[in-house]
């Protein structure tokens, strides 16, 4: 009989606990408890789960990635072989040659002070020494090409990279090496849904062509059906269900399972219904009528017209510019296929944003969506153009006035270990923004603080006030990201990526959240994302940008009903659908 190529064997998993009061050390809790499955060469699992339910300390744990003070019981097993039982040596040729593993954050991937090239230099080094350094860097420019990372930015750094192209970097690290596993931890999370089917569409021909096995842990059940051969349904810690994906999708057992299904259905149709008359309903109210205009009907910059409204806009966008020059080296002079080294990440975009309203932003990774936000916060000065916030032109402002102008506009990072002090509590980075626009004192602050960690769902708040950013898992740092972005009771909230990190049902929670704030607070809302059927349930108009321009504007229904432009209908064309599956 052959032996299967992994193979975990009631593998339990507990983090080290700090100790409480007067001593008293709290009860073991289990981070993965009694997980047991089985990976053939070749195959491909999906494990999927909400945020927190120890999918990541799973995978981590299976190539000892955990700190040594993590107690850990049961086995697990590469080719017949104990992980466990490895040498140092046999394990450092283990990580990367056999296995590879894609972190959830590329960030704690890449080292700051390197260039790109230079990582995959290093990586091939360790373990292919035999390879010249003209060799290497061949081999590494033809894998970073596979995932759209074009030779021309060979020498620039990871904090040259938006989110998602750091993201195609460390996939591009792990398969450099040719593994016969590749755990892949929510390795499209930052990525479009163009370059997430290329990636995954590669990662499934390699699985086939070379025998190769994918543990894929995501939040995304339509990817995960999709993609994968078997689902395994993770639960506070515990396996609560597996099976093929046409099984679990379609007769789900376990409650849980129902539960993220019928949340990923409801978000995929774009809430049922209710956020369609809701937006209807929006259009009717006082002076926020707007002026349908005809399918066809284009500006002369070619984007589609859509709506015009009467109310003044609370932000208002000008031919705005941002473009950035690259400096070479010979060697990337060399490499580079184009002489042209400017970087046209924001190139003539116009937007107006009316108050009360969500308009959405969705494009590939790359396009200029994060570039874009930064800039309208001013972030990073424009090259050219203008940005209205509330009838002031921001961009003419001092330094000091627009710090000032930020109590009104706050933003919910993409990545949010990146936005959250290491060194404070969870509390105390909510808090922080009071303190620093005085709008509380230290008391007032901690109550609100903890009044708003409940409004995002972090329950009890005095079990997670006091934690740092570290002890959360990556769906929990997000909430708290909005929580702190939403303390100060801004106007206008961008939102890049807010919930990427989290899975269907906490999704659903969030966005509902968001909607309830919204209302209460009368926030608007610039929501930038890659996930198509997250902007249809939110937003009211969509802005489409591709290479650095809005490509199609318009009305969210009428974009996905009857998109105008070829790259929204690619778009729309690559975005994994339950509904497909299911009736597959």
């Known amino acids: 009989m052959t032996k299967p190529l992994f193979h975990i064997e009631n593998l339990r998993v507990a983090y080290p606990q700090r100790w409480g ?82 972190f959830q954050d590329p960030m ?50 990871p904090h040259e990279f938006s989110g998602g192209m750091r993201q195609r970097v460390a996939i591009a690290l792990a398969l450099l090496l040719d593994p016969k596993l590749i755990v892949a931890d929510e390795p499209t999370t930052s990525l479009d849904v163009t370059v997430s089917a290329q990636i995954l569409d590669e990662l499934t021909r390699l699985c ?9 842990i995501s939040h995304d059940l339509a990817m995960v059906g999709e993609y994968c051969d078997r689902i395994a349904v993770m639960y506070q810690g515990k396996m609560v269900e597996m099976g093929t994906v046409q099984s679990v999708l379609t007769q789900p057992q376990h409650e849980y399972t129902q539960s993220l299904l019928r949340s990923a259905l409801h978000l995929q149709a774009g809430g049922k219904g209710e ?59 060399l490499l580079a296929r184009s002489p042209d080294t400017t970087i046209r990440a924001v190139d003539g975009v116009s937007l107006e944003l009316y108050p009360g309203e969500i308009l959405g932003l969705v494009g590939e990774s ?24 509330l009838g002031q032109d921001l961009t003419q402002l001092s330094r000091q006035a627009v710090r000032q102008q930020r109590r009104q506009m706050q933003m919910v990072f993409q990545d949010p270990h990146a936005c959250l002090n290491p060194m404070m509590t969870v509390g105390e980075s909510i808090a922080d923004p009071l303190l620093i626009h005085q709008l509380a004192d230290a008391g007032g602050a901690e109550a609100q603080a903890k009044e708003m ?72 809302y610039l929501f930038i994302t ?23 504007l318009g009305e969210t229904e009428q974009l996905f009903t009857k998109p105008q432009h070829p790259y929204t209908r690619t778009l729309l064309g690559a975005a994994p659908l339950l509904e497909k599956l299911n009736k597959s």
């Not at 086939?208 to 543990?215: A, D, I, K, V, Y």
Request: positive net charge; contains cysteine.
């Open 453 to 524: 960690l409940e409004r995002v769902g972090l329950t009890p708040s005095e079990a997670f006030y006091h934690r740092y950013p570290k002890e959360l898992s990556g769906g929990q740092q997000q909430r708290v990201a909005i929580a702190r972005a939403l303390i100060t009771r801004p106007k206008l909230l961008v939102c890049d990526e807010p919930v990427s990190m989290l899975d269907a049902s906490v999704q659903a929670q969030v966005l509902d959240l968001m909607l309830e704030l919204k209302r209460e607070f009368d926030l608007t």
């Open 21 to 102: 009061k007067g001593g008293q050390s709290p009860a073991e809790e289990w981070a993965v408890d009694q997980v047991s499955l089985t990976l053939n060469a070749g195959e491909r699992l999906g494990l999927v789960g909400e945020s927190g339910c120890g999918k990541s300390t799973l995978g981590r744990a299976a190539m000892r990635l955990l700190p040594a003070s993590t107690h850990i019981e049961g086995q697990v097993w590469f080719q017949g072989k104990s992980v466990f039982d490895l040498s140092p040596q046999a394990l450092r040729r283990f990580r990367g040659e056999a296995v590879a593993l894609v």
């Open 208 to 216: 086939q062509e070379r025998q190769m096995g994918l543990m894929l």
């Open 108 to 157: 704690t991937r890449l080292n700051p002070l390197m260039s790109i090239g230079e990582h995959c230099l290093e990586t091939l080094r360790a373990h292919q020494p035999q390879l010249s350094r003209s060799q290497a860097r061949e081999q590494a420019i033809q894998t970073l090409e596979a995932v759209k990372i074009p030779a021309n930015r060979w020498a620039q750094y």
């Open 366 to 389: 790359g396009c200029g969506k994060s570039t874009l936000s930064r800039t309208v916060l001013q972030l990073i000065r424009p090259t050219q153009g203008r940005v209205e916030f």
């Open 530 to 552: 890659h996930d198509l059927w997250v902007a249809r349930f939110l937003c009211d108009r969509i802005a489409v940008m591709n290479a650095g321009k809005i490509v199609e």
């Open 275 to 333: 956020r369609r008359e809701e937006r209807g309903e929006r259009r009717e109210e006082g002076g926020e009528r707007r002026e349908e205009g005809g399918v066809g009907s284009r500006e002369p910059d070619g984007v589609l017209a859509g709506v015009s409204l009467v109310k003044s806009p609370l932000l208002k966008i000008d031919n705005l510019y941002q473009h950035y020059s690259l400096e070479q080296n010979f060697v990337a002079r």
